[in-house]
């Protein structure tokens, strides 16, 4: 078995990158089988040519970063040709038409996905920590006021809006929202949202949450119904927003980062 790995980091959020590596296949001339695939975050295909000669699996994981999400393929293959006369046919011919099929398969995939996410409605979130970690580290979390999901608790944020990027359009809500200038951190985590959430079709689009530290002052719960400063370890505890609720782990764990 012969194989190679590919990484591309695609500026769109992991609905996005998913849905159009779906759309696009693969880059080679005969069909693959679907082995399994997990939305948003993985597939495996399988398959060969209809003689039989040779088999390949082409493999995918999606995982969402803060520069958007980073795409890792596999690619392995038999030549269906015994001992050195499959290595030789492999190094002359077959690697090589595998890397030209990939690389010009990446570029154009990476390049749509990007287009793609622009039509896309994104949600940011700020997980703002205050405190030490011996200290027991604090995190701001805010309750809705009203709506459908009025009396629920959320991190504090909001729609990007066209053209924003993600990080500032995480400094504007801030802003607006609790009056504070805050310094984003670091990437936290990215949850699949329903169209209740953030308009268009379900699953389209995605909150993306950030550790964020505050620059200074004091929030003030400008559309909120009330501010509060959990400890990290009591966070569960409350009733979360069905969408924020899967984060809670990775926030916990930034006590160990700070």
């Not at 590596?21 to 089988?33: I, M, T, Y």
């Amino acid at each position: 078995m012969y194989r190679l790995r590919f990484t591309t980091v695609v500026a769109a959020p992991l609905t996005v990158a998913f849905d159009v590596a779906r759309a696009l296949g693969r880059p080679w001339p005969f069909p693959l089988e679907e082995v399994e695939s997990v939305r948003p975050v993985s597939d495996r295909y399988a398959g060969g040519p209809d003689s039989g000669r040779r088999r390949v699996t082409h493999a995918r994981t999606f995982t969402a970063t803060g520069a958007g999400t980073v795409v890792e393929e596999e690619v392995s293959w038999e030549t269906g040709l015994p001992g050195a006369l499959g290595g030789l046919v492999d190094r002359a011919v077959l690697r090589r038409r595998v890397l030209r099929a990939m690389r010009r398969h990446l570029d154009g995939y990476a390049a749509l996905a990007a287009v793609r996410a622009l039509d896309v409605v994104q949600v940011v979130g700020a997980a703002i920590v205050r405190g030490d970690g011996a200290g027991g580290s604090e995190v701001l979390v805010a309750q809705r006021g009203s709506g459908a999901l009025a009396g629920l608790w959320e991190f504090p944020g909001g729609k990007v809006e066209p053209g924003e990027g993600h990080e500032a359009a995480l400094v504007r809500e801030c802003a607006e929202e609790l009056g504070v200038a805050v310094v984003p951190q670091a990437f936290v985590g990215e949850v699949p949202l329903d169209g209740a959430v953030a308009g268009g079709a379900p699953g389209a689009s995605t909150l993306r949450v950030w550790w964020a530290r505050l620059a200074g002052g004091e929030p003030v719960a400008h559309e909120h119904r009330e501010l509060r400063w959990v400890r990290a370890a009591d966070l569960e505890a409350l009733d979360w927003i069905a969408a924020d609720r899967p984060l809670l782990p990775a926030v916990r764990a930034l006590r160990a980062r700070r």
